[in-house]
């Protein structure tokens, strides 16, 4: 079972629960109005010392009562106080690229606005022509991380979840400079799943894809990564606090769409779908302005 968040179909409210292959489970079904687990949201579950062990535990004494197609999805993290993003990390996207490795992280960010969750539309901005995707493993940060080292750095993490870094390459190489390219609305979606980090034995051991429609575009492994997850972890929290709820973006591997040969930029109604591993895919289709 994972974890998920979403919308309650009758109230509308923001919840989370399990997601499991025949269904949803929302945590109101699993705990009564007393629990402290009953009304918060999974960057205030994944924050607390015990809170996705205490979820998952309630979750798997009840059966799913939501199909996965009833729901509006919300971010897997709804609020994170800070999406941080790693450019130029896989060996086979510098080569795509013909440019050396970086010989240490490049850090950018990505505002609130951008954040965006499963299922939901992805607009094409205003005067962008070259709108483009990039399938990446996405952090989610448990514990006030503060000067950490990488030996400690996983011991961090609440878990995993699928991220695309959506990217308007015109005004990401015109403006020469990336925030306003990896900025735009609805340029962060984020999940549908949390895979706890228990979970993962090595997460420089997951397979990574994407696919625009049908056609597999980026098909890659996380051992590819210049910096792999623990350097990352360490490197930003050397001067910037990484928080409970923060998530990382850590990079994309090769196949993004502005150096493919011809270029595949994406267009409106075209599907974007990423996977980790054998994870649930996330999945965004691209909108109008």
Same mark, same amino acid.
């Given at each position: 079972m994972?974890?998920?968040?979403f ?7 923001l ?11 929302p ?7 007393q ?11 994944v ?8 979820a ?7 059966s ?6 009833q ?27 013909k440019?050396?490795?970086p ?18 539309l ?14 990446e ?18 011991d961090?993490?609440? #878990?995993?979840? +699928?991220v695309?870094? &959506?990217?308007?390459?015109d005004?990401?190489?015109? %403006?020469? =400079?990336? *925030? ?5 609305? #609805?340029?962060? +979606?984020?999940?549908? &799943?949390?895979v ?5 034995s %090595?997460? =420089?051991? *997951?397979a990574i894809?994407c ?17 792999d ?14 928080e409970?709820g923060?998530v ?7 196949g993004?769409?502005?150096f ?5 930029l994406l267009?409106?109604g ?20």
């Amino acid at each position: 079972m994972f974890l998920t968040s979403f919308y309650d179909p009758a109230t509308s409210a923001l919840t989370f629960g399990g997601f499991t292959a025949e269904g949803l489970i929302p945590i109101q079904r699993a705990v009564d109005r007393q629990h402290w687990l009953y009304d918060r949201n999974l960057g205030e579950v994944v924050a607390h010392p015990s809170g996705i062990q205490e979820a998952l535990e309630a979750l798997s004494r009840v059966s799913p009562s939501l199909g996965l197609d009833q729901v509006r999805y919300a971010p897997v993290i709804p609020r994170p106080p800070k999406v941080v993003c790693i450019g130029q990390n896989y060996w086979d996207h510098c080569r795509e690229q013909k440019v050396n490795p970086p010989d240490r992280p490049i850090l950018f960010a990505k505002l609130p606005n951008a954040y965006n969750a499963h299922r939901e539309l992805i607009p094409v901005p205003p005067g962008c022509t070259q709108l483009d995707y990039e399938a990446e493993l996405g952090v989610v940060i448990g514990r006030t991380a503060h000067r950490v080292t990488p030996e400690s750095a996983l011991d961090y993490v609440a #878990g995993y979840t +699928p991220v695309n870094d &959506v990217s308007a390459r015109d005004f990401q190489f015109g %403006d020469r =400079q990336w *925030l306003r390219g990896k900025s735009q609305n #609805g340029f962060a +979606p984020m999940g549908p &799943v949390l895979v706890p980090a228990e979970v993962v034995s %090595d997460p =420089q051991q *997951l397979a990574i894809r994407c696919w625009v429609n049908d056609q597999l575009v980026q098909d890659s492994h996380t051992g590819e990564m210049i910096f792999d997850v623990r350097t990352l972890i360490a490197f930003i929290s050397q001067g910037i606090t990484l928080e409970p709820g923060d998530v990382v973006f850590t990079g994309t591997p090769n196949g993004v769409g502005i150096f493919r040969n011809p270029p595949l930029l994406l267009q409106p109604g075209d599907l974007v779908s990423v996977q980790i591993a054998d994870w649930p895919r996330l999945e965004n289709r691209i909108g109008p302005s």
